[in-house]
């Protein structure tokens, strides 16, 4: 079964303590891999697509990695505004799928 | 930028009754998906939509139907409402064939009581 999984569900830091989230997927042909964040009362907003193994993408504090198994999201010297919750997905190759969700990694950032 | 727009953010609705949520893409895309969110259970796709008029289940279709007469409104209709149907409903959407991920609306939360 296609499957992503989110760790750990909730994860809180002090201002300027760096740290990584994780998403281990086993899916059958991965496209791509997505981040999303999430403020509460809203829609997921779009941060990062990642497409293979290897691959690194950056914005401001935040940068994802890919490997063929997990993919990270790094956040390096959080402010208390990098607080929500974290959400990564999964495309399939095969058509006719929609992307696959993990439950989501909770961030808050105490100042 | 893509907009997707939910029409209502907050909606109260009494056990039994129909209740209607609206979603509109304005950049002409194919692919239309209603999910509903959950603590602790994430984002589950109810139904999806590949095109005008098509129509596919997702995970949990129970209790819920789907309407799409033109490409840009996606409907999701809660044929007799009950209070387990109480959620976050988000409404995305995407081009076909697109590698990125999907665009969200800003979600409706749903309160049956």
């Known amino acids: 079964e296609d499957q992503v999984t989110q760790s750990p569900e909730a994860l809180r830091l002090q201002e300027g303590e760096s740290s990584s989230l994780n998403c281990s997927y086993t899916?059958?042909?991965?496209?791509?891999l997505f981040w999303y964040r999430q403020d509460p009362g809203k829609g997921p907003e779009f941060l990062f697509t990642l497409y293979s193994a290897g691959e690194e993408k950056e914005k401001e504090r935040l940068k994802a990695t890919l490997t063929k198994k997990e993919s990270f999201l790094h956040i390096t010297a959080p402010k208390p505004e990098d607080s929500a919750t974290y959400l990564c997905a999964a495309s399939l190759h095969q058509a006719g799928t929609a992307l696959i969700f993990g439950k989501g990694t909770t961030l808050s950032v105490s100042s | 930028d893509v907009k997707v727009t939910q029409s209502s953010r907050y909606l109260v609705k009494r056990t039994g009754e129909k209740v209607f949520l609206e979603c509109v893409q304005d950049m002409d895309h194919e692919n239309m998906f209603w999910y509903r969110q959950d603590p602790g259970l994430g984002l589950r796709l109810i139904y999806f939509?590949?095109?005008?008029?098509?129509?596919e289940k997702g995970d949990i279709p129970e209790g819920y139907s789907v309407s799409r007469e033109k490409k840009e409104r996606f409907s999701l209709i809660l044929e007799s409402a009950s209070t387990n149907q109480t959620s976050m409903y988000l409404c995305?959407?995407?081009?076909?064939?697109?590698?990125?991920?999907?665009?969200f609306g800003s979600g409706t939360r749903l309160t049956v009581v």
């Open positions: 939509s590949y095109d005008v008029k098509m129509k």
């Open positions: 899916v059958s042909g991965l496209r791509g």
């Open positions: 995305a959407s995407r081009a076909q064939g697109a590698t990125y991920g999907y665009t």
